[in-house]
């Protein structure tokens, strides 16, 4: 089955075109692409998502609507996430998603996100492997936590803690001061802690993380350009490695970030976040590294779609 998934988040709008072999669940990509549309700024000040996000949306739809048809997918689906989740015209905006591009567009709970974040992340690998995984999804407006083992979920909690939503909620000077980063790891530190037990936090054996702010860590550290998916999938990125980047990201202002190798230009706003909370979910598990993947809920979209047809 050929498969198109896009998944519209807080700070990035990205396409997934694959063929799922039904039998072995296996994926095929056929075409893959994100841009970042910040569809999520503001929203967690005005309770609503601008029309200046939801215009670079509907620009980035127009363009996959392209490829989805030139490739011919049998299935057409859409995820919307946090931002529409919180926003008051967001089913306004999940209707014309739908109508005015042709996709099966529905806005998913946060449980559901993490699920099908889980099923990403875990599909190409050994059900049979003993460890305990926890599989970190950090997004635009919300972070996902999936701990499981084999392909089974055993623990999930979306936080409404993400990249965009803490940056406006803590980052006021360029570069940040460090009584806003401090507050901003807080805020993290102590969300991550009552939304997780703690003898779910201490059960995990292992993470792999998923989506923007992990695979631009793996891609800072290795400095790479351009972007290699190759070279980032599997990649482990150590808390070390993470507090180090972190720290110097954060003493230099927007306009030089955008500069830092292996570090797309659009995601110089909310980087300095993201290695924050990166940071605090590994510390919240007692973990010293992550495996980077990306295989995420693109992936688990696509194959619960075939799975369910």
Known sequence: MRVAVVDIGTNSTRLLVADVDEGTGRLTELDRRSTVTRLGVGVERTGRLSDEGMTRVFAALEEYTASIEALGAERRIAVLTSATRDAANGPAFT????????????????????????LGATSERDPADPRTIVVLDIGGG?????????????????????????????????????????????????????????????????MIAVAGTATSMASIDQALEPYDPAAVDGY??????????????????????????????DRAPTIVAGTVLITEAMKAFGLAAAEVSEHDILHGVALDAAIRS
């Open 236 to 265: 482990t990125i150590t808390l070390a490695a993470c507090e180090a980047i972190g720290a110097r990201l954060a003493a230099i202002p927007e306009a030089e970030r955008r500069d830092t190798p292996g570090l797309h230009p």
């Open 142 to 206: 919300s972070t996902e936590f999936i701990v499981g083992r084999g392909h089974d979920v055993g623990f999930h909690v979306s936080t409404q803690i993400g990249v965009v939503r803490l940056s406006e909620r803590h980052l006021h000077t360029d570069p940040p001061a460090a009584a806003e980063l401090a507050a901003l790891a807080a805020d993290a530190r102590v969300g991550f802690a009552a939304a997780i037990p703690a003898d779910v936090r201490a059960s995990a054996d292992a």
């Open 95 to 118: 209707a014309r998603v739908r109508e005015d591009h042709g996709l099966d567009a529905r806005t998913i709970p946060g449980e559901e996100e993490a699920r099908l974040s889980f």
